[in-house]
């Protein structure tokens, strides 16, 4: 089985619901994966936009969450499990899409990465190249789903 990473809010490459954006709510997607390679200690998970107008843009960052743990309820909150780094909006935890109006459809990018080690042993609100730099050579493998989101 291959290792799959999904949300029940939304199919792959289709529209995230209003409620997960800063139109909306503004709450996290419920997520769920499987397939993971055998091994895995903990996992880190990174959602960006790579269509945002200057540069990537994170809209979270989630890591030590611990191998036992295979889904994020709808609404997740930093504190409840593993750490939380800081996104592009300056906050720790989930922050929605938020595309310029008229700017066309972005896509989100939520990936999730399966690490050979229990903690990265970084703080909470550590920044996404930490992340990236502290994963690096900890990856077994690596799950991902796509949403789509447009402001008009």
Known sequence: MAFQLTSSAFPEGGNIPIIHTCDGTNVSPPLAWSGEPEGVKSFALIVEDPDAPS??????????????????EQGFQP?????????????????????PKG????RYFFRLFA?????LGLRDGENRVGVELAI???VLGEAQCMGRYERK
Do not use: Q
Not at 55 to 72: C, F
Not at 79 to 99: A, T, V, W
Not at 103 to 106: M, Q, S, T, V
């Open 55 to 72: 540069r990537t843009w994170t809209h979270w960052l989630l890591y030590d969450i611990p191998a036992e743990v295979h889904e994020l």
């Open 79 to 99: 504190g409840r499990l593993g750490m939380s780094g800081s996104n592009d909006f300056g906050k720790l935890g989930y922050g929605g899409p938020c595309p």
């Open 136 to 138: 690096r050579g900890h």
């Open 103 to 106: 700017h066309g459809p972005h």
């Open 115 to 119: 690490l050979n080690v229990p903690s």
